[in-house]
C-alpha cells in the first residue's frame, strides 16, 4: 500500500480530503464544512451538546484497535450521551491531532468508520479541526442532538417507587479488553506467536465496535415513555446507578439476579476466572442506558427483550444496595473507570 505523508497536503488540504465526500442529511444543517463556523437551527427544539476527548494510550490502544471502529466508536460513544437525554443526534464535529508516524491512508481509514456511524445514525459531519501532535493520535468530538423540551430526561429526576432499568447486556465490553491486553503481551514477548481469539467475537465486538441505543429511545417515542431519568453506562452500572442517586437525592436496590450479562460473556469471564457480575458492575464501555421509570410504565417496557427491570429507587436513609443470589445485601460501590488513573 502506498503511503502519502500529510504534510504533502498541508492542514486545509488534509481537511479538504478527509471531507470531500460529505453530504448533509438533516434539514437543521444549514450550513456545514466550507466556512468559518458550521450554523445550524433546531426549527424551536432545544439543542442537546456534549464533547468526548478520545487519547491514544489512555483511552485506546492501536496495538489492537482498527482505525475503522476507532472512527466508528469515536462518533458513537458520543452520541449515547445524546440519546442518554433522550434527544436525537443530529450534528457532529472531529478535531483530530496526529503525529507524523500516521499517513494519510490512515487517516482515510480512521474517517472510514467516522462517516460509518454518522451515515448509520443519520448525523452530519459539519466540522472540526486538524492539528499535528508531538506523540500519539487525540480524537475530540462533539455532538449536537435536538430534542422537545418536555421530553428531556436528566439524571437527577429520579423518584421513589421508580423501576431501575437498563438496555442491552453488560460486561461484555470489559472482557474483550482483558482478551485483548491477553494476546497483546503474548505479542510483545513472543513476537511469533498468533493470537488466540476463536471463539470470543462477541465481547471483542462489544469492546471495539459499540453502539449507542438509538432503538430504545425509538421504542420510548413509540410507546409514550419518558424516562423518569436516564444516564448513558460508559464507567460500569454500579458507577452510573451511584451517580443517578447522588443527582436525584435518593437510594436504590438492584438484584444481582436480573442485572443482563449475555452468554458469551459469562462463557468468557470464566476463563479470566472472573465474576460476570463484578465485569458488569464495574467494567465500563458498554454504552447501553440506564434509566427509571414509573411503575405505570412496567408493562410497556416488558414488551422489549432489550430492557431488563433490575431494581427499584427508595429513599435516600436506605441506601444503594445490591442483592446477590444468595440474598445477601451489600453496598455499591463505585469500582469503574478512572481516566486519572486507568490506562489501556
Known amino acids: 500500500m502506498s503511503r502519502t505523508e500529510i504534510s ?19 434539514v437543521s444543517s444549514v450550513i456545514g464544512i466550507g466556512d468559518d463556523a458550521a450554523v ?50 443530529t450534528q457532529i464535529t472531529m478535531s483530530i491531532a496526529a503525529s507524523n508516524r500516521f499517513s494519510v491512508e490512515a487517516l482515510d ?19 472540526g479541526d486538524t492539528a499535528a501532535s508531538q506523540k500519539g493520535f487525540i480524537i ?20 421513589k417507587g421508580d ?26 514477548e513472543s513476537p511469533g506467536v498468533q493470537p488466540d481469539l476463536e471463539g470470543e467475537s462477541y465481547v471483542i465486538g462489544k469492546l471495539l465496535k459499540p453502539e449507542a441505543r438509538k432503538d430504545i429511545i ?27 442517586a447522588k443527582a436525584s437525592e435518593c437510594g436504590c436496590v438492584i438484584y444481582e439476579e436480573k442485572i443482563p450479562v449475555a452468554e458469551e460473556a459469562r462463557k ?28 405505570e410504565d412496567y408493562d410497556k417496557v416488558t414488551l422489549n427483550e432489550k430492557i431488563s427491570v433490575i431494581g427499584y429507587i427508595t429513599e435516600p436513609e436506605k441506601g444503594k444496595t445490591i442483592i446477590t443470589k444468595g440474598g445477601n445485601s451489600h453496598n455499591i ?5 478512572n481516566a486519572f488513573k486507568n490506562k489501556i
Open 8 to 26: 504533502e497536503f498541508g492542514e486545509f488540504g488534509l481537511i479538504e480530503h478527509l471531507t470531500k465526500n460529505v453530504e448533509l442529511q438533516n
Open 40 to 89: 445550524i437551527d433546531h426549527f424551536g427544539k432545544q439543542t442537546v451538546v456534549t464533547t468526548d476527548l478520545l487519547v491514544e494510550g489512555v483511552h485506546f490502544d492501536l496495538m489492537y484497535t482498527p482505525l475503522k471502529h476507532l472512527g466508528y466508536k469515536s462518533v458513537v460513544v458520543n452520541l449515547s450521551d445524546v440519546y442518554a437525554m433522550n434527544a436525537t443526534p
Open 109 to 127: 481509514e480512521f474517517y472510514e468508520g467516522v462517516y460509518s456511524a454518522c451515515e448509520k445514525y443519520g448525523v452530519d459531519l459539519v466540522g
Open 140 to 159: 475530540s468530538v462533539t455532538a449536537l442532538g435536538e430534542v422537545n423540551p418536555e421530553k428531556i430526561v436528566r439524571r437527577s429526576t429520579a423518584k
Open 163 to 188: 423501576l431501575i432499568c437498563c438496555s442491552g447486556d453488560l460486561g461484555g465490553a470489559y472482557i474483550g479488553l482483558l482478551f485483548l491486553e491477553r494476546e497483546k503481551k503474548i505479542y510483545l
Open 218 to 244: 425509538e421504542f420510548f417515542e413509540e410507546q409514550n415513555i419518558i424516562p423518569t431519568s436516564m444516564m448513558d453506562i460508559s464507567d460500569g452500572l454500579s458507577s452510573e446507578l451511584l451517580h443517578i
Open 268 to 295: 468468557a469471564a470464566f476463563k479470566f476466572e472472573i465474576d460476570p457480575t463484578a465485569c458488569a458492575l464495574s467494567g465500563g464501555e458498554d454504552y447501553e442506558l440506564l434509566f427509571t421509570l414509573r411503575q
Open 333 to 337: 460501590t463505585a469500582q469503574g473507570w
